[in-house]
Every structure is written in structure tokens, then in C-alpha cells.
């Protein structure tokens, strides 16, 4: 893999997580010409050194790891980027047992709070819970899977943000929806009933 094959993932996956229209399941990740912008570009060293150090799976990995936690340079640029790459990795591998909890977390939060009070001009609980930290960003995208409801919310001031991000997200948290529905259908129903 070549420093300009990272580059041209990067353009394409920065702009897939950033801009409401172009998605990069349509477009495949083809953008205009940009080795004229790569070469003009100071800052090469870093898609060097992942074009060295990872292949081309790892480096979309990478990408996507760092994009989803909101920094719009995918933290290359640091050395935070690996750490970020290393929780993803981890939060993929432990993704229906991350439901399962973050259900448990919903359901009793539901139980907690008053209903009333979720529903007088606040947004959705499941909505407050991310932005809270008390749910994963996989949990809202797996539900957006399962039962779409992100569209709902999507021009909203607040939400706008979180609803494009699971939206892009989206293509990149693979599933088996028959065998997540089978196997946490008692908790999702009870979560959709209140």
C-alpha cells in the first residue's frame, strides 16, 4: 500500500463521516483527482508511515475508529489514533455482550426515571444515554438496524450530529439482524413498549 492509497482512504472516509451527502457504499470511495492536493500537502509522513506499518484493512480500521469519535482529522496527526484503533477493535469484538449490557442499562434507567418525564419536550432516552456515556455508539446503531428511528431525529439542533454519525456508521457494524432480534427480543420488545 502506498502513502497516496492511505491519503485517497482518508479523503474519502473524511468526507463520508463528514459530509450528509456523499456516502461511500454509493461512491466505492472514488473522489476527483487529488494526487495534485497530496503532493502540495506537508503533513505526508503520517500516511507514510500507516501505508508502512498497516494494510490497507487496518488502515480503513484505523480510520474509521478515529472518525466516529468525532475528531474530523481522524487524530493521525497524534498518537492517539492507535489507542482509538485498539478500543474499536476491542468494542467489536464484544458487540452483542455491549448490547446486551447497554439494554440492561436502558431498561433500568427506564425503570428509574418516570415515563412522564421522558416524554415532556426531552429527547428520547436512548439519545440522552449516549450522549451521557452510559451507552455505546454501537448499541445506537445496531437499534438503527434493527428499528430505524435515527431519521426521526435527524433535524433536530442537538441530535443532528449523533443521527448523521450513526448513519455513517452505519455500513461499517456488521450484523446478523435475525439472530440479534432472536436473541435479545424480550429486552428490545420491553425497551419499545415503554
Not at 89 to 102: F, G, N, P, Q, V
Request: some cysteine; aromatic content about 12%.
Amino acid at each position: 500500500m502506498t502513502a497516496f492509497e492511505v491519503y485517497k482512504l482518508y479523503a474519502a472516509l473524511r468526507l463520508h463521516f463528514t459530509d450528509p451527502k456523499y456516502d461511500i457504499t454509493v461512491t466505492k470511495g472514488r473522489i476527483g483527482n487529488l494526487r495534485a492536493s497530496f503532493e502540495k500537502r506537508k503533513d505526508t509522513q503520517h500516511m507514510y508511515k500507516l501505508a508502512n506499518t498497516y494494510t490497507r484493512t487496518e488502515v480503513i480500521n484505523i480510520l474509521v475508529a478515529n472518525f466516529i469519535t468525532g475528531d474530523n482529522t481522524a487524530n493521525i496527526y497524534t498518537g492517539n489514533f492507535v489507542d482509538n484503533y485498539k478500543n474499536y477493535l476491542t468494542r467489536r469484538k464484544r458487540m452483542l455482550y455491549t448490547l446486551d449490557t447497554d439494554l440492561d442499562n436502558i431498561l433500568f434507567r427506564m425503570e428509574k426515571d418516570e415515563i412522564k418525564s421522558c416524554m415532556e419536550g426531552q429527547h428520547p432516552l436512548i439519545f440522552r444515554m449516549y450522549m451521557g456515556g452510559d451507552i455505546q455508539l454501537e448499541t445506537l446503531v445496531i437499534m438503527e438496524k434493527l428499528y430505524p428511528f435515527v431519521e426521526d431525529y435527524a433535524s433536530d439542533f442537538v441530535l443532528e450530529h449523533i443521527c448523521l454519525l450513526v448513519k455513517k456508521y452505519n455500513p461499517f457494524v456488521i450484523i446478523n439482524k435475525d439472530e440479534v432480534k432472536q436473541r435479545f427480543e424480550g429486552k428490545i420488545s420491553q425497551c419499545l413498549n415503554q
